[in-house]
């Protein structure tokens, strides 16, 4: 089973960027698609970015273009590269499978867009 650990959130102003990283332990990694998901204060979590283990990617319409997601496969991590945040892309991150989460939710990172 996998166990999933977030870091590299913080305070950043709108239009800045961050990176945030996901160290997976465990086995199977490889083989999944690995996901990006977001949780607003009040709201329920969302898949905001996916990427499969041969590299195909999804995004949803909100983050389209300004996040990238990518993976490690031989490091067992999967980072998200934001660029021209919004006060609305704050809230926790988590990483887990996609889109189906089957691992138990790590810790998560917390995300702050404030000027």
């Known amino acids: 089973q996998l166990r999933l650990v977030e870091s590299g959130g913080g305070t950043v102003q709108p239009g800045g960027s961050l990176r945030l990283s996901c160290r997976a332990s465990?086995?199977?990694?490889?083989?999944?698609?690995m996901g990006w998901y977001r949780q607003a204060p009040g709201q329920q979590r969302e898949l905001v970015a996916r990427?499969?283990?041969?590299?195909?990617?999804t995004y949803s319409n909100s983050v389209r273009g300004r996040f990238t997601i990518s993976r490690d496969n031989a490091k067992n991590t999967v980072d998200l590269q934001m660029s021209s945040l919004k006060p609305e892309d704050a809230g926790v991150y988590y990483c887990?499978?996609?889109?189906?989460?089957?691992?138990?939710w790590g810790p998560g990172t917390q995300v702050i867009v404030s000027s």
């Open positions: 990427l499969t283990s041969y590299g195909i990617t």
């Open positions: 887990n499978t996609a889109p189906t989460s089957v691992a138990p």
């Open positions: 465990g086995s199977g990694f490889t083989s999944y698609t």
